[in-house]
């Protein structure tokens, strides 16, 4: 991967705090469960609650403290711009129906809640999970943004015996990965389609995280190639560009 990294904070009564510096990446930061404040350059502090995102700028020290248990994804990409700190919060993109949306139809349907998109200004970075509906296909019809963003997922909220099957190909005939996935595993993805299936009677989620090669310029949400033997109706993200 050129443009992306990935790291995961999990904290707990044990290990309560961490401090980190964002150097010259703008960082992103999911709270995926718990809860935990978090503290940038010094300033006021800020708390967050599951599903909400924090945008931190590049140049920056950061803390991060739970009196409980926390697990934050952590989405960097290095940038030149100077962005402000921003707070997302799950509810108000609940209700945005350009952020949260159901797409997809039969053997396809999911849920999909963007986090850090158009709704936060940033140089590269773009955020957001997804849930399928049991035993359902997701990124269906396949699609690829090779030349703009790269591209992983972190699946979650995925006990066992829940598992997926997640391929990425240029060439369908022959793909780069087939792999099982459960949760906590992770699949990258700098070029190529990505559709992934659950098992029947399971959903498959995943958080995804993308960096745009051009900063700015390439940094948008839903701009696709649909593969052309199933790009007769779309891409099925049409909702995030309204």
Known sequence: MKRLHYGRILLDQTAPK?????????VGLLCMSGQCVVQVNGGDTIGLGQYDALYVPRGSTVAVSTTSA???????????GNYPIQVVRYRDVEQSPALKFTAGGDATRRELSIL???????????????????????????HEHTEILEEMYVYFDMPPPAFGVQLVYTD????????????????????GYHPNVAAPGHSINFVWLMAAHREREDRVFGVVNVQ???????????ASLK
Do not use: Y
């Open 228 to 238: 052309p033997a199933f790009s007769q109706r779309g891409s099925g993200l049409e």
């Open 116 to 142: 850090i998109g158009k709704n936060v200004d940033a140089g590269r970075i773009v955020a957001g999970f997804t849930r399928s509906a049991p035993g359902h296909w997701t990124s269906w019809p396949p």
């Open 70 to 80: 926390v697990d934050l994804v952590e989405c960097g990409a290095e940038v030149e």
């Open 172 to 191: 369908p005939e022959t793909p780069e990965v087939v792999a099982v996935v459960r949760d906590g595993d992770a699949v990258l993805m700098p070029a």
């Open 18 to 26: 961490v401090v980190f510096e964002t150097c010259g990446r703008e």
